[in-house]
Structures are given as C-alpha cells and as structure tokens.
C-alpha cells in the first residue's frame, strides 16, 4: 500500500500548518483536514488567503499554492474518513476541568471520539497517527476501540508527536531538527512506520527521522516539553535572584549560555511561559507521575508550573507596589497579549493573569497587540471567571494602535516580544502619558538606556 489520500481530524494550531506543508511537500498526496467546527473551516476555506485562521509567517502563502491543488479543508469527517488510508488525530487534548483527575490530566474524550468515529466509518485497513501530545499509552485505548469495530478492519497505530513552534511552525516543518515515529515492533507496525517515513522523506533527510517504539515517542513529546519549559522556570527563578543582588539576568543567562553543555537558546528570563502545551502537558506529566505512586518525581515537575504562576504575580504585584501601592482608576497601557511574538494565540498568555491580577485592584487596561482583537481579549479573560463580563468590558479597551494605548496612561507594561515594540517613537508616548511613566518590562525587549534617558521609570524582568 502507498498512501495516497491522508486526513487530518482537527483544524488547528497544529492540524493546519502541519497538512498545509505536506500537502506542498507532496503534491501526489491528497490531503484533507476536517474539523466539526464549521467557522474554522470557512475560514480556512476564505477566498482570500490572509484570512484564514491561523497567523503564521508563510502559511498563507503555502495555504494559497496547495488549497483546491491537494489540500481541502471540509466539515465532511466521515467522508475523509472513510477515503484516507491514513488518518492524523489532531484534536485538542485540553487538562481536564471535572472529575478525577481534575486541573491536571489530559482530558481524552475528543480523542475517543474520534477513535469511535473512525471505527464506525472504516470499511478498508487504515493507519491512525497520534498527533495530539497525549499522556503515555493512549495508543493502547485507541487500538482497543478500533480493534473492537466488529467489521474486520486491520489498524496501526503510530505516534507522531508534533515538535512545531508556534510562530516558527512553516520553518519548524520545513526543517525539523527531528521527526518522531513510534509504532508497534510487529512487521504490520514496522510497515505502517515506514509508510510515514516515506512521506516525510519527501523533504527530510533520512537521518533526522527517528523511530521508536509508541511508548516512547508518547513520553519523548511529553519529556520535550517539560525540559523546554523547565529551562524557562529555571531561569526565571534566576531573574528574582538578580533583581535582589544587582545581577542582571541577560548577562547570566549570556554567561552560562555559552557553556556548550548548557547551550544558549530559551534562557530569556520573561513574565513566564504560555501558549497551549507547558502547563497542559506538565500537569499531565505530573498526574502520570503521581497515578504510579512517583510523588517525588511529581513534585519535581509541579514545580516547574509553581514557578511559572509564582512569575506571573510577582509581575503584576511589582506594578501595583511601583505605582505606590494602587492601580485604581489608572490606566495602564499593554503592549501585547499573545503568548509569545509571530502568533494570534493567546492561550494561557502571561498577559491575561496579568490583567486579571490589575483588574482585581480596579485598574483600567488598554491593550495594544499587532494580531489580537478585542473580542480574544474579553473571551480569555471572561474565562477565568473572576469578574462578570459587563465589568471586563468596562474596564479592558483595546486600541488601534501603541500610541493611542498610551496615551494617559500611568505605565506601560510589556507583556509580548513582538519585534515592532522596538521600533516605535518612544519620545512621542513619553509626552502623552502621565509623569511619571513607568514601563515594566516584562520580556527584557526594550533598550533601558534609551528609556531613561527620555525620562521614563524602566524596570525590566531580572534586572
Ligand atoms: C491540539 C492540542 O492542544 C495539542 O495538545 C496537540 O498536540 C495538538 O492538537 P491545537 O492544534 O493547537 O493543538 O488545538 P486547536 O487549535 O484547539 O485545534 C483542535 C481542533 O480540533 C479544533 O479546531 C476543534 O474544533 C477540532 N475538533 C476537536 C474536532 O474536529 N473534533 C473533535 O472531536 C474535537
Ligand atoms: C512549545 C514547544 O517549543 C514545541 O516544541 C511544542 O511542539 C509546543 O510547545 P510553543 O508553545 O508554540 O511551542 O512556543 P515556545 O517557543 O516553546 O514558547 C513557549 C512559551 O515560553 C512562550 O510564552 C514563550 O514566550 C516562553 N519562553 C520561551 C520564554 O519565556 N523564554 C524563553 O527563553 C523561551
């Protein structure tokens, strides 16, 4: 069998960008994502490019070269389903908000869903790829729904987790530093790995393809994550020790970056992580850990997550106490609100906690981000729940552009690294604001010596 048609269940953050590039690698593949949300797929499916979904440097553009070619994006799952001899699972796997496991494992009904669905709708073999991070042996609950289809159908499982950053996805995809395959060590497991080697090697050299077997690419993705994220807690940790003994955080992490056992890349100390996977995934790690009685091992990891929320508040206390103990009736200006620079997302964005902590203390907010509107802003923090959502538009505003976010404001603080902070007229928001005017600089992105020399407060993260 050579694959010739793939679908991918989930339109997503990942489902999207990762079909779109195989799509364009492999013209001779019919690839089709299918979502049940229908909004999604219309949007994917806008006549013009820059409008679909997703922000990503050069999605668009590979979207545009393949879609109606051999990428399609429909609502029809069954159909896709039932046409494709491989089917990508890459439906949100969000932490549990109910029941056992609560706040911590990986909540799996989309994923059984999804297990069901392909097994009703099957009528030929069919290889089903993991793409979703999933807690370790999920592809043991899949197979045993699939294998209990009643129609005789024959399914591989593999695991492939998705390494991709957002705001680097097309990069990341173009050049991985790895592709993952993890697949049963039976000649039908071994033959379905190399049904998906064979469609990455289209575009990635054979030495970067590494297979093993299903538990352990599960627990690699899981593993990957949970150091990346440590790396930030660690050296955020190491921020508040510098901020207290006159250390700088950027000359550490510069110091110890150049150790080429320590390596230099994710050692910027920041307002703490966010986006989809850190906590989602650590906190699954932890519940792994615990439910096989690990509670060491659990507890070293939790406090990866404690550090990061320990950052968060530490942030937005720092602005309340500068301010000389109050924010109320003041406005503050936000230069950011997605997770990291380069993408819409906003999930789990340091800037929502830290809005929520400033609202609580009756602060205005004007938020200015170059891909965030105002609706995201509201739904995200009318989410948390802690004030009703007629006061959050009441007091959250965003604005058109940096200028206009702060203008009378009493301080600004920067909670995205988007590169055009840099470059703004920094005199010219100097004069609209009230004096004296603060920037808290949560991201270390703006040149302190500038700043204070216009005659703004500067503190910045670690310094
Ligand atoms: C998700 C997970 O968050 C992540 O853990 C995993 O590694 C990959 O999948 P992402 O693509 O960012 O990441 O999620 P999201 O943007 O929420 O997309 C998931 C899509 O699946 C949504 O569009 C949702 O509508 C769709 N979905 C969900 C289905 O089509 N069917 C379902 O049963 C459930
Ligand atoms: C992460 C992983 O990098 C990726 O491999 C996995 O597939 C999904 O999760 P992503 O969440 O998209 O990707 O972005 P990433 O670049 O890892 O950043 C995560 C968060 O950490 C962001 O909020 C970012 O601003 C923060 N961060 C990162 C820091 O605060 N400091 C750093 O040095 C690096």
Redesign the pocket.
Known sequence: MKVKNICC????????PTMAVIAQKCPQIKVTV????EN?IAAWNHLDVNKIP?YEPNLSEIVAEARGRNLFFSTE?EKAIEEAEMIFI?????TKTYGVGKGMA?DLK?IE??ARQIARVAKNDKIVVE????PVRTARAIKDILDNNGNGVQFQILSN??FLAEGTAIQDLISPDRVLIGGDSTSEGQNAIQQLVAIYANWVPNDKILTTNVWSSELS?LTANAFLAQRVSSINAMSELCEKTGADVKEVAKAIGLDSRIGPKFLNASVGFGG??FQ??ILNLVYIAKSYGLNQVAEYWEQVVIMNDHQKHRFSKNIIKTLYDTVSGKKIAFLGWAFKKDTN?T?ESAAIYVADDLLCEQAIISVFDPKVGLEQIQFDLNYLETRTESKNIEAVELANNPYEACNNAHAIAVLTEWDEFKTYDWQKIYDSMLKPAFVFDGRNLLEREVLEKIGFVYQAIGS
């Open positions: 269940i989930g339109a997503g953050y990942v489902g999207g299918v979502d049940l949300n999604r997703i799952v890459s439906v949100n796997t969000p990986a989309y869903l999804c793409k979703s991070t999933l987790p998705e993705k989809s996977c989602k995934d997302d999930r």
